[in-house]
Protein backbone atom coordinates (compact mmCIF):
# COMPACT_ATOMS: atom_id res chain seq x y z
CA UNK A 1 0.00 0.00 0.00
CA UNK A 2 1.39 3.76 -0.87
CA UNK A 3 0.19 6.76 0.14
CA UNK A 4 -0.48 10.14 -2.50
CA UNK A 5 2.35 12.22 -0.45
CA UNK A 6 2.13 15.19 1.31
CA UNK A 7 3.48 17.08 -1.73
CA UNK A 8 0.59 15.95 -3.51
CA UNK A 9 -1.92 17.54 -1.03
CA UNK A 10 0.39 21.01 -1.35
CA UNK A 11 0.09 20.73 -4.96
CA UNK A 12 -3.80 20.43 -4.83
CA UNK A 13 -3.90 23.80 -1.90
CA UNK A 14 -1.81 25.52 -4.42
CA UNK A 15 -4.48 24.51 -7.68
CA UNK A 16 -7.47 25.24 -5.57
CA UNK A 17 -5.77 28.83 -4.92
CA UNK A 18 -4.85 29.70 -8.40
CA UNK A 19 -7.25 28.00 -10.58
CA UNK A 20 -10.83 26.76 -10.66
CA UNK A 21 -9.71 23.12 -9.72
CA UNK A 22 -12.24 21.97 -7.23
CA UNK A 23 -11.16 19.61 -4.24
CA UNK A 24 -12.72 18.24 -1.50
CA UNK A 25 -12.53 20.54 2.34
CA UNK A 26 -9.96 17.56 3.63
CA UNK A 27 -8.11 17.67 0.64
CA UNK A 28 -7.11 21.42 0.84
CA UNK A 29 -7.10 21.90 4.51
CA UNK A 30 -4.06 23.74 6.28
CA UNK A 31 -3.57 20.99 8.95
CA UNK A 32 -0.89 23.46 10.45
CA UNK A 33 -3.73 25.58 11.49
CA UNK A 34 -5.38 22.81 12.98
CA UNK A 35 -5.56 22.38 16.76
CA UNK A 36 -3.96 19.64 18.48
CA UNK A 37 -6.71 17.88 19.77
CA UNK A 38 -8.95 18.30 16.92
CA UNK A 39 -5.97 16.00 15.29
CA UNK A 40 -6.94 13.54 18.09
CA UNK A 41 -10.71 13.95 17.48
CA UNK A 42 -9.92 13.62 13.89
CA UNK A 43 -8.81 10.55 14.15
CA UNK A 44 -11.25 9.23 16.52
CA UNK A 45 -14.35 10.03 13.81
CA UNK A 46 -11.85 8.07 11.32
CA UNK A 47 -11.78 4.89 13.86
CA UNK A 48 -8.19 5.78 15.29
CA UNK A 49 -7.60 6.23 18.89
CA UNK A 50 -4.68 7.76 19.90
CA UNK A 51 -3.59 9.97 22.13
CA UNK A 52 0.07 12.08 22.39
CA UNK A 53 1.73 9.43 24.34
CA UNK A 54 0.98 6.19 22.28
CA UNK A 55 1.19 8.45 18.94
CA UNK A 56 4.84 8.82 20.35
CA UNK A 57 5.36 5.52 21.18
CA UNK A 58 4.23 4.15 17.83
CA UNK A 59 6.57 6.60 16.64
CA UNK A 60 9.90 5.43 17.78
CA UNK A 61 9.13 1.89 15.73
CA UNK A 62 9.12 3.82 12.64
CA UNK A 63 11.73 6.45 10.44
CA UNK A 64 8.80 8.25 8.43
CA UNK A 65 4.92 9.09 9.13
CA UNK A 66 4.68 7.15 5.91
CA UNK A 67 6.00 3.92 7.73
CA UNK A 68 3.77 5.04 10.94
CA UNK A 69 1.12 4.80 8.84
CA UNK A 70 1.50 2.02 7.30
CA UNK A 71 1.91 0.31 10.71
CA UNK A 72 -1.54 1.70 12.22
CA UNK A 73 -3.92 1.46 9.11
CA UNK A 74 -2.38 -2.06 7.18
CA UNK A 75 -4.01 -3.22 4.63
CA UNK A 76 -6.86 -0.73 4.80
CA UNK A 77 -8.84 -0.99 1.34
CA UNK A 78 -10.58 2.76 1.90
CA UNK A 79 -8.24 5.07 -0.19
CA UNK A 80 -10.34 7.80 1.28
CA UNK A 81 -10.20 7.15 4.41
CA UNK A 82 -6.63 5.82 4.53
CA UNK A 83 -5.35 9.06 2.64
CA UNK A 84 -7.82 11.01 5.67
CA UNK A 85 -5.80 8.97 8.27
CA UNK A 86 -2.24 9.50 6.11
CA UNK A 87 -2.83 13.40 6.54
CA UNK A 88 -3.49 13.75 10.32
CA UNK A 89 -0.54 11.69 11.47
CA UNK A 90 1.81 13.31 9.14
CA UNK A 91 0.88 16.67 10.84
CA UNK A 92 1.66 14.82 14.22
CA UNK A 93 4.49 13.66 12.94
CA UNK A 94 5.61 17.10 12.17
CA UNK A 95 4.52 18.40 15.76
CA UNK A 96 5.50 15.73 18.15
CA UNK A 97 8.89 14.09 16.08
CA UNK A 98 10.79 17.10 15.52
CA UNK A 99 13.87 15.23 16.83
CA UNK A 100 13.17 12.55 14.00
CA UNK A 101 13.32 14.13 10.39
CA UNK A 102 12.20 12.12 7.76
CA UNK A 103 12.81 13.23 4.02
CA UNK A 104 9.36 13.82 3.19
CA UNK A 105 8.60 16.40 6.66
CA UNK A 106 11.88 18.03 5.41
CA UNK A 107 10.15 18.68 1.74
CA UNK A 108 6.80 19.64 3.42
CA UNK A 109 9.14 22.25 5.03
CA UNK A 110 10.43 23.85 1.97
CA UNK A 111 7.13 23.85 0.21
CA UNK A 112 5.86 25.67 3.35
CA UNK A 113 8.81 28.18 3.15
CA UNK A 114 8.51 28.39 -0.35
CA UNK A 115 4.83 29.56 -0.49
CA UNK A 116 5.47 31.82 2.70
CA UNK A 117 7.75 33.20 0.34
CA UNK A 118 5.73 33.32 -2.66
CA UNK A 119 2.66 35.30 -0.15
CA UNK A 120 5.78 37.76 0.64
CA UNK A 121 6.74 36.86 3.85
CA UNK A 122 10.97 37.71 4.58
CA UNK A 123 12.32 34.44 5.58
CA UNK A 124 14.67 34.37 2.76
CA UNK A 125 17.60 33.15 6.35
CA UNK A 126 15.39 30.21 6.36
CA UNK A 127 14.82 29.77 2.91
CA UNK A 128 18.99 29.19 2.62
CA UNK A 129 19.12 27.47 5.53
CA UNK A 130 16.71 24.51 3.75
CA UNK A 131 18.31 24.59 0.39
CA UNK A 132 21.73 24.48 2.22
CA UNK A 133 20.43 21.18 3.83
CA UNK A 134 19.14 20.23 0.32
CA UNK A 135 22.13 20.37 -1.32
CA UNK A 136 23.37 18.26 1.62
CA UNK A 137 20.70 15.75 1.29
CA UNK A 138 22.03 15.25 -2.87
CA UNK A 139 25.39 15.39 -2.30
CA UNK A 140 25.59 12.69 0.31
CA UNK A 141 22.84 10.51 -1.92
CA UNK A 142 25.05 11.11 -5.13
CA UNK A 143 28.56 10.38 -3.23
CA UNK A 144 26.83 6.86 -3.09
CA UNK A 145 27.20 6.72 -6.83
CA UNK A 146 23.69 7.53 -7.58
CA UNK A 147 23.02 9.61 -10.30
CA UNK A 148 23.06 13.12 -9.56
CA UNK A 149 19.91 14.24 -11.58
CA UNK A 150 18.01 11.36 -10.80
CA UNK A 151 18.55 12.44 -7.56
CA UNK A 152 17.11 15.25 -7.42
CA UNK A 153 14.57 13.89 -9.63
CA UNK A 154 13.59 11.52 -6.84
CA UNK A 155 13.69 14.58 -4.40
CA UNK A 156 11.48 17.27 -6.63
CA UNK A 157 8.58 14.56 -6.56
CA UNK A 158 8.35 15.30 -2.75
CA UNK A 159 7.79 18.86 -3.53
CA UNK A 160 5.11 20.51 -5.00
CA UNK A 161 6.66 23.67 -5.92
CA UNK A 162 9.15 23.45 -8.79
CA UNK A 163 12.13 23.50 -6.85
CA UNK A 164 14.60 24.04 -9.98
CA UNK A 165 12.34 26.86 -11.25
CA UNK A 166 12.51 28.16 -7.37
CA UNK A 167 16.05 28.24 -7.08
CA UNK A 168 17.09 29.88 -10.25
CA UNK A 169 14.28 32.21 -9.21
CA UNK A 170 15.78 33.29 -5.27
CA UNK A 171 19.54 33.27 -6.77
CA UNK A 172 18.43 35.46 -8.91
CA UNK A 173 16.22 37.84 -6.49
CA UNK A 174 19.85 36.84 -4.36
CA UNK A 175 21.98 39.03 -7.03
CA UNK A 176 19.61 41.97 -7.21
CA UNK A 177 19.74 42.08 -3.24
CA UNK A 178 23.48 42.56 -3.43
CA UNK A 179 24.33 39.09 -2.16
CA UNK A 180 25.52 37.87 -5.40
CA UNK A 181 28.18 35.91 -3.26
CA UNK A 182 25.32 33.55 -1.69
CA UNK A 183 23.51 33.42 -5.40
CA UNK A 184 26.76 31.90 -6.87
CA UNK A 185 27.28 29.17 -3.66
CA UNK A 186 23.70 28.42 -5.10
CA UNK A 187 24.22 27.87 -8.44
CA UNK A 188 27.70 26.24 -7.95
CA UNK A 189 26.00 23.89 -5.70
CA UNK A 190 23.07 22.69 -7.15
CA UNK A 191 24.61 22.99 -11.14
CA UNK A 192 25.62 19.29 -11.28
CA UNK A 193 21.58 18.30 -10.10
CA UNK A 194 19.81 20.74 -12.92
CA UNK A 195 18.26 19.38 -15.77
CA UNK A 196 17.72 23.25 -17.06
CA UNK A 197 21.24 24.19 -17.04
CA UNK A 198 20.95 26.80 -19.38
CA UNK A 199 19.25 29.07 -16.87
CA UNK A 200 21.74 28.87 -14.28
CA UNK A 201 24.40 29.31 -17.19
CA UNK A 202 22.37 32.91 -17.27
CA UNK A 203 23.28 33.35 -14.02
CA UNK A 204 26.59 33.21 -14.08
CA UNK A 205 26.78 35.58 -17.27
CA UNK A 206 25.04 38.28 -14.59
CA UNK A 207 27.67 37.23 -11.65
CA UNK A 208 30.51 37.66 -14.29
CA UNK A 209 28.79 40.89 -16.01
CA UNK A 210 29.68 42.56 -12.30
CA UNK A 211 33.36 42.20 -12.58
CA UNK A 212 33.92 41.98 -16.67
CA UNK A 213 31.13 42.90 -18.61
CA UNK A 214 33.20 41.78 -22.57
CA UNK A 215 33.93 38.33 -20.91
CA UNK A 216 30.11 38.28 -19.91
CA UNK A 217 29.14 38.60 -23.22
CA UNK A 218 31.09 36.25 -24.51
CA UNK A 219 29.33 33.62 -22.20
CA UNK A 220 26.12 35.00 -23.41
CA UNK A 221 27.11 34.55 -26.44
CA UNK A 222 28.08 31.05 -26.23
CA UNK A 223 25.09 30.45 -24.35
CA UNK A 224 22.62 31.77 -27.30
CA UNK A 225 24.47 29.13 -28.94
CA UNK A 226 23.02 26.62 -27.11
CA UNK A 227 19.52 28.08 -27.15
CA UNK A 228 19.88 27.66 -31.09
CA UNK A 229 19.90 23.98 -30.18
CA UNK A 230 17.73 23.32 -27.57
CA UNK A 231 15.29 26.50 -27.81
CA UNK A 232 13.73 27.80 -24.80
CA UNK A 233 11.35 30.65 -25.20
CA UNK A 234 11.12 31.46 -21.59
CA UNK A 235 14.78 31.81 -21.51
CA UNK A 236 15.22 34.05 -24.04
CA UNK A 237 12.33 36.09 -22.40
CA UNK A 238 14.40 36.48 -19.15
CA UNK A 239 17.54 37.65 -21.38
CA UNK A 240 15.92 39.90 -22.91
CA UNK A 241 14.46 41.71 -19.90
CA UNK A 242 18.20 41.62 -18.59
CA UNK A 243 19.04 43.11 -21.69
CA UNK A 244 16.73 45.88 -21.40
CA UNK A 245 18.76 47.62 -18.57
CA UNK A 246 22.48 46.49 -19.83
CA UNK A 247 22.70 49.72 -22.40
CA UNK A 248 23.96 47.13 -25.32
CA UNK A 249 21.45 47.83 -28.06
CA UNK A 250 23.19 45.78 -31.14
CA UNK A 251 22.98 42.30 -28.19
CA UNK A 252 19.45 43.23 -27.14
CA UNK A 253 18.65 43.12 -31.63
CA UNK A 254 20.34 40.15 -31.58
CA UNK A 255 18.41 37.85 -28.79
CA UNK A 256 15.28 39.27 -30.20
CA UNK A 257 15.79 38.12 -33.50
CA UNK A 258 16.24 34.84 -32.08
CA UNK A 259 13.60 34.67 -29.75
CA UNK A 260 11.26 35.73 -32.58
CA UNK A 261 11.70 32.58 -34.26
CA UNK A 262 10.97 30.77 -31.20
CA UNK A 263 7.36 32.38 -31.08
CA UNK A 264 4.36 29.69 -31.08
CA UNK A 265 1.40 30.71 -29.79
CA UNK A 266 -0.37 34.22 -30.11
CA UNK A 267 0.77 34.42 -25.96
CA UNK A 268 4.34 34.24 -26.94
CA UNK A 269 3.78 37.43 -29.24
CA UNK A 270 1.93 39.69 -26.56
CA UNK A 271 4.77 38.73 -24.24
CA UNK A 272 7.44 39.95 -26.76
CA UNK A 273 5.21 43.45 -27.34
CA UNK A 274 5.40 44.03 -23.59
CA UNK A 275 9.24 43.26 -23.28
CA UNK A 276 9.46 45.81 -26.61
CA UNK A 277 7.13 48.46 -25.02
CA UNK A 278 9.93 48.40 -21.88
CA UNK A 279 12.93 48.64 -23.81
CA UNK A 280 11.60 51.68 -25.94
CA UNK A 281 10.35 53.13 -22.84
CA UNK A 282 14.18 53.04 -21.51
CA UNK A 283 15.32 54.52 -24.44
CA UNK A 284 12.65 57.43 -24.39
CA UNK A 285 11.93 56.31 -27.79
CA UNK A 286 7.97 57.79 -27.10
CA UNK A 287 6.69 57.33 -30.11
CA UNK A 288 7.74 54.26 -31.15
CA UNK A 289 6.88 52.90 -27.60
CA UNK A 290 3.38 54.44 -28.44
CA UNK A 291 3.28 52.41 -31.65
CA UNK A 292 3.85 48.89 -30.02
CA UNK A 293 1.50 49.81 -27.17
CA UNK A 294 -1.31 50.20 -29.85
CA UNK A 295 -0.35 46.96 -31.32
CA UNK A 296 -0.39 45.39 -28.41
CA UNK A 297 -3.70 46.77 -27.35
CA UNK A 298 -5.39 45.88 -30.47
CA UNK A 299 -4.46 41.95 -30.08
CA UNK A 300 -5.68 41.78 -26.35
CA UNK A 301 -8.64 40.36 -27.01
CA UNK A 302 -7.35 37.47 -29.34
CA UNK A 303 -7.58 33.91 -28.18
CA UNK A 304 -4.11 33.58 -25.85
CA UNK A 305 -3.49 29.29 -27.27
CA UNK A 306 -4.24 30.12 -30.94
CA UNK A 307 -1.19 29.25 -33.00
CA UNK A 308 0.64 32.59 -34.20
CA UNK A 309 2.10 33.28 -38.04
CA UNK A 310 5.47 34.17 -37.92
CA UNK A 311 4.29 36.03 -41.44
CA UNK A 312 1.91 37.98 -39.47
CA UNK A 313 1.50 42.16 -40.56
CA UNK A 314 1.70 43.05 -36.90
CA UNK A 315 5.36 41.10 -36.81
CA UNK A 316 6.17 43.19 -39.29
CA UNK A 317 5.12 45.91 -38.25
CA UNK A 318 7.33 45.49 -35.09
CA UNK A 319 10.31 45.11 -37.30
CA UNK A 320 9.75 48.15 -38.67
CA UNK A 321 9.34 50.09 -36.02
CA UNK A 322 12.74 48.53 -34.31
CA UNK A 323 14.73 49.02 -37.22
CA UNK A 324 13.57 52.68 -37.41
CA UNK A 325 14.78 52.67 -33.33
CA UNK A 326 18.48 51.26 -34.26
CA UNK A 327 19.20 53.98 -36.73
Not at 31 to 39: A, G, S, T
Not at 177 to 192: I, M, P, Q, R, T
Amino acid sequence: MSFEGRAFYNLLRMQEAETSVVVKPWQALDYREVKENELFHSLEQLDVFLTPKTYKSYAQTCSSPEELAQIILGEEADAERREKVYLLLFEMWRRFCKDEQSLSIFCDELDYQIDQHDRGVENDEILQELLDELENILDQTADHGEDPQKVFELVAALIAHNIESFIYTFASEQVDKGNDVYASELVDGFYEYFDEKMWLDFLKVRFVAMADPKEAIVMLELLLEKIQEVPDLDLCFEILYYLIYQEDIPLFYTVLKKTEALLEKEEDFQDLLEIVVEYLSTLDKEVEEDKIRALLKKRMHLEKEKAFDLKDNDMKELNKVLRLTAL
